[in-house]
């Protein structure tokens, strides 16, 4: 495993983790309140009363102190001692470098720079519990001594630790999940930076992968080889969610995932002739067409860095289309649905390889659906796992949620894609139901009514070619939301634009509930026709609503 994906590794658990021992710290000291429910909601108000309180909210005070100690500080420490995967995996990769061998073990210096990293990262875990503590203490304290009721008073301590918001807006498990995500990051950053120093490089490569919430300054830099002198020249400017401290340890700022390299530019002088000497191998592409789909089994699996640079020259080539809008005043092509990455692609490092070159492969098929029905084709993709919905689409701009797909590290989630689990239902009512079927009592939340499948893509029996179906389901989408579509500027809007779009118009009139071959085609008109168009392309044409073949050649192709 390479340190980057060590530090992924960390960084994710870590967080996780950290998270979890706060919801049983917070679940144990609500326990802890509630021994004494009975005193605690005595009334009316007496000295007597108020001096058993008293006692109550020290004795209290020290059993918080032990919880704190026994789960997050001692959860913390364990944490802290996995940052030696860190250690012996860039030892390794320093090992390979060409320098003098005295420089490739650690040494005592190493040893005594790793304990204090060490120390100085539980510090800051320490000063966190001691924050939140105290807040706990005061809050419980006040509670008591104003003589409100127990509930009142859990009412105000849940959440404190993993709901609530501490001075800054945060709860504590924001706070300390960022704390847990960056000691690593930086413990990582401090280390490389002494063993560089110490084997007397100076120059550094900014290493790491875009995604969604990548600073744009990163993104200037990555790749990027600077010597020290150049990166504290170029670190001292500012940026949006830019951190205070030495460029070598905050890099791009909170939460950034991106690593400092050690290089040596004669290293990099030897590495470019290497390449230049090197015969050119161009990967096999795969080709495919609307009209002549290719077949799983004949796709050449290519790496997704390959994939996400083939994209990006076909997204960059589709976004400057003259049909979607643009914004004189900002100098850009804008979306009525505030895409940020128009004309890019994110995230493709989240896709396995395999599922990647699928992408690409029906990204052709998509091209061609837009040269068939006369509309843009495809200008941003964005890859992510914070939506519920599989993929989504609007004024040509896919999104696609990754733990439906993602082969080799799969999420719970896949199951959808593979019809496994819950979803086995829906495979066996996708080989059972006909179009005409009676389907006037389904009921939403009740599975023994359901007669046809959720999506459409059940009528598939292979995971290639449900992700087909969704990605010909999505265009359906780009196909009534920009088709005739007339842009009008206006000086109000969300955009800068008025707009008229005769398709969607026109949906909106039918009724076409129980009309589809899915639950889901009765959600909206708009979600029949991306059901209907989905099959239509897929070929199961038996399964296709005559209404949507009227519709087609009424309104949309006319």
């Known amino acids: ?118 120390t100085q990262t539980f510090q800051g875990f320490e000063e966190v519990a001691n924050t939140y503590l105290t807040e706990i203490n005061t809050n419980v304290y006040q509670n008591v001594i104003g003589g409100r009721s127990f509930d009142d008073m859990v009412r105000d301590i849940s959440g404190k630790l993993t709901g609530g918001v501490d001075a800054a807006g945060r709860p504590m498990s924001s706070h300390a999940g960022q704390l847990a995500h960056d000691s690593i990051m930086q413990f990582d950053a401090q280390f490389v930076k002494a063993k560089a120093s110490s084997a007397g490089l100076t120059h550094f490569r900014y290493a790491g992968t875009a995604i969604t919430t990548t600073r744009d300054f990163c993104q200037r830099h990555i790749g990027q080889v600077y010597s020290e002198e150049e990166i504290r020249s170029i670190w001292s400017g500012s940026w949006t969610g830019k951190s205070s401290g030495d460029p070598f340890v905050v890099r791009g700022g909170y939460r950034c995932r991106h690593t400092w390299n050690p290089v040596d530019p004669d290293w990099l002088e030897k590495e470019e002739k290497k390449e230049e000497e090197k015969p050119k191998k161009k990967p096999k592409k795969n080709i ?21 640079n083939e994209l990006q020259k076909q997204i960059s080539k589709n976004a400057k289309d003259k049909r979607y809008p643009y914004d004189d005043v900002r100098d850009k092509y804008v979306s009525r649905f505030n895409t940020d990455n128009i004309g890019r692609i994110i995230g493709i490092e989240k896709l396995d390889d395999k599922t990647a070159t699928q992408l690409l492969v029906m990204m052709q098929e998509l091209d ?64 059972k139901f006909k179009l005409g079927d009676a389907v006037s009592k389904e009921r939403k939340t009740i599975k023994s009514t359901w007669v046809r499948p959720y999506n459409a893509f059940y009528y598939e029996d292979n995971e290639f070619d449900r992700m087909r179906s969704i990605l010909y389901h999505e265009f359906a989408h780009q196909v009534h939301q920009m088709k005739k579509v007339e842009w009008r500027k206006a000086d109000f809007g969300a955009f800068g634009y008025e707009h008229k779009v005769p398709v969607e118009e026109a949906l909106f009139k039918l009724r076409v509930k129980g009309k589809g071959a899915s639950r889901y085609s009765d959600k909206n008109t708009k979600e029949w026709f991306a059901e209907n168009f989905s099959l239509y392309h897929m070929g199961k044409l038996d399964l296709v609503d005559k209404r949507f073949i009227d519709f087609l050649e009424s309104e949309v192709m006319k």
């Open 1 to 118: 495993m390479s340190r980057q994906s060590i530090l992924d590794k960390l960084t994710l658990n870590h967080e996780t983790q950290i998270k979890k021992t706060l919801e049983d710290l917070e679940a144990q000291i609500i326990s802890d309140i509630a021994e004494h429910k009975k005193l605690l909601s005595t009334q009316p108000f007496s000295p007597e009363l108020l001096r058993q309180k008293t006692a109550i909210t020290i004795q209290l005070r020290n059993d918080f102190k032990k919880q704190f100690q026994n789960t997050f500080l001692a959860e913390s420490d364990s944490l802290i001692r996995e940052y030696d995967q860190l250690v012996g995996e860039f030892m390794k990769e320093f090992g390979k470098l060409d320098i003098p061998d005295k420089f490739k073990n650690l040494t005592k210096v190493d040893l005594d720079t790793i304990s204090a990293l060490k």
């Open 288 to 308: 495919s067409s609307l009209n002549n789909p290719i077949k799983e089994k004949d796709i050449n699996v290519l790496p997704n860095t390959f994939v996400g």
């Open 368 to 431: 061609d659906l837009a040269v068939l029905y006369n509309v843009p084709k495809l200008r941003s993709i964005n890859i992510n796992g914070r939506m519920s919905a599989i993929m989504s689409m609007g004024d040509g701009n896919l999104k696609i949620n990754y733990k439906m797909f993602n082969k080799n590290n799969p999420a719970e989630e896949i199951q959808i894609m593979r019809g496994t689990g819950f979803y086995e239902n829906e495979v066996e009512l996708a080989k």
